[in-house]
């Protein structure tokens, strides 16, 4: 049985009636095609069943037109949004994304760049900046350009994020302002995350400046599972004098505390407040609404997405692009209860 032969370029181009640069410009370089011509291609790209020999094209060129992100975890919600867009704005510049988690182990966060890089990423995207300088070092020997983002790095780092710290003193200073004095927090894990650790110092820090008590705060740090807020809330709420404010370091604990506390007869926020961050759907949903601190994931990722073309392209860019967050007034706040 003879072969069939295999559909080329110039086969796209004579189907679209146009040339092979055009072609190549509407696979590399989508945005730089006005639509009509683009579709034409894409149709007989479609049509003839050509596939862009990528092998070829990265030995000539010494790319391979994909990108690689290493995210904590998959199941984070917070995430998600973020890296939709981050993807939608590569694909718009003919970038594939690859995606790998750590599992928050710098160890495997490692294994996970050598990977990606092995299979010719042209760049990286990475969350925080918890990793050991060796990681960081063997970025730099292999010139692979990489940012950082959901939070700001040190400034010699590219990183497109937001002061993590800041908005949730500002969150804080809210709080202390109905009248909470008594103010305990539900963090993330904070071992290799230092978005976690982050919004624990802010807490701390606003609670320091208003000249509360002792200045101390109390924390359980939980992973990122409704139920896991729901005991640590328990916990704190067996605590004499229990707090009157509960915070905690993303919506997902947030939502397990409000659970907990409408299992045990308790109001929310009559009897004690809770409060969230990052404003996922979820927050939104509960009722009572949650106050929580809103992270703007999708223009993150979308200049995540810019910055790091621009550095693969060997093009002037910012070295940190901060985004602004805002908090949410909802209904989970108030004051504490009369004593």
Same mark, same amino acid.
């Given at each position: %049985?003879?072969?069939?032969?295999?559909?080329?370029?110039?086969?796209?181009?004579?189907?679209?009636?146009?040339?092979?640069?055009?072609?190549?410009?509407?696979?590399?370089?989508?945005?730089?095609?006005?639509?009509?011509?683009?579709?034409?291609?894409?149709?007989?790209?479609?049509?003839?069943?050509?596939?862009?020999?990528?092998?070829?094209?990265?030995?000539?060129?010494?790319?391979?037109?994909?990108?690689?992100?290493?995210?904590?975890?998959?199941?984070?919600?917070?995430?998600?949004?973020?890296?939709?867009?981050?993807?939608?704005?590569?694909?718009?510049?003919?970038?594939?994304?690859?995606?790998?988690?750590?599992?928050?182990?710098?160890?495997?966060?490692?294994?996970?760049?050598?990977?990606?890089?092995?299979?010719?990423?042209?760049?990286?995207?990475?969350?925080?900046?918890?990793?050991?300088?060796?990681?960081?070092?063997?970025?730099?020997?292999?010139?692979?350009?990489?940012?950082?983002?959901?939070?700001?790095?040190?400034?010699?780092?590219?990183?497109?994020?937001?002061?993590?710290?800041?908005?949730?003193?500002?969150?804080?200073? %809210?709080?202390?302002?109905?009248?909470?004095?008594?103010?305990?927090?539900?963090?993330?894990?904070?071992?290799?995350?230092?978005?976690?650790?982050?919004?624990?110092?802010?807490?701390?820090?606003?609670?320091?400046?208003?000249?509360?008590?002792?200045?101390?705060?109390?924390?359980?740090?939980?992973?990122?599972?409704?139920?896991?807020?729901?005991?640590?809330?328990?916990?704190?709420?067996?605590?004499?004098?229990?707090?009157?404010?509960?915070?905690?370091?993303?919506?997902?604990?947030?939502?397990?505390?409000?659970?907990?506390?409408?299992?045990?007869?308790?109001?929310?926020?009559?009897?004690?407040?809770?409060?969230?961050?990052?404003?996922?759907?979820?927050?939104?949903?509960?009722?009572?609404?949650?106050?929580?601190?809103?992270?703007?994931?999708?223009?993150?990722?979308?200049?995540?997405?810019? %910055?790091?073309?621009?550095?693969?392209?060997?093009?002037?860019?910012?070295?940190?692009?901060?985004?602004?967050?805002?908090?949410?007034?909802?209904?989970?706040?108030?004051?504490?209860?009369?004593?």
């Amino acid at each position: %049985m003879n072969e069939i032969a295999r559909p080329t370029l110039d086969d796209v181009a004579r189907a679209a009636g146009v040339s092979t640069a055009t072609v190549s410009r509407c696979l590399n370089s989508p945005n730089q095609v006005i639509e009509a011509t683009r579709q034409r291609v894409m149709e007989a790209v479609h049509s003839l069943g050509y596939t862009p020999d990528f092998g070829g094209r990265a030995l000539a060129s010494r790319r391979t037109n994909t990108v690689g992100a290493i995210i904590p975890t998959m199941e984070n919600a917070i995430f998600a949004r973020g890296l939709q867009s981050f993807q939608e704005a590569l694909t718009r510049s003919g970038k594939t994304l690859l995606v790998a988690s750590s599992g928050y182990d710098p160890a495997r966060e490692r294994e996970q760049m050598e990977a990606l890089i092995g299979r010719g990423a042209d760049g990286l995207l990475l969350i925080g900046s918890a990793r050991p300088d060796s990681s960081i070092e063997y970025l730099r020997r292999r010139g692979v350009p990489y940012i950082g983002a959901w939070n700001l790095g040190g400034p010699d780092e590219h990183f497109v994020g937001f002061d993590n710290a800041a908005a949730a003193s500002k969150l804080t200073e %809210m709080v202390i302002a109905q009248g909470h004095r008594r103010i305990a927090m539900i963090g993330g894990i904070s071992h290799m995350n230092d978005r976690a650790a982050a919004r624990i110092l802010g807490v701390e820090q606003a609670i320091a400046a208003a000249g509360i008590g002792d200045g101390s705060l109390q924390v359980i740090e939980a992973p990122y599972a409704f139920q896991d807020g729901a005991d640590a809330f328990g916990s704190l709420m067996e605590t004499t004098p229990r707090p009157t404010a509960v915070m905690c370091g993303n919506d997902v604990l947030a939502v397990g505390a409000m659970k907990k506390a409408r299992e045990m007869g308790l109001r929310v926020p009559q009897d004690v407040s809770i409060t969230g961050f990052d404003d996922i759907d979820i927050s939104a949903v509960v009722e009572p609404g949650l106050t929580t601190v809103r992270v703007p994931h999708r223009r993150m990722g979308e200049a995540a997405a810019e %910055m790091l073309l621009r550095l693969i392209n060997k093009e002037p860019v910012e070295r940190q692009v901060k985004i602004p967050t805002a908090i949410i007034e909802r209904g989970t706040l108030g004051p504490p209860p009369a004593e």
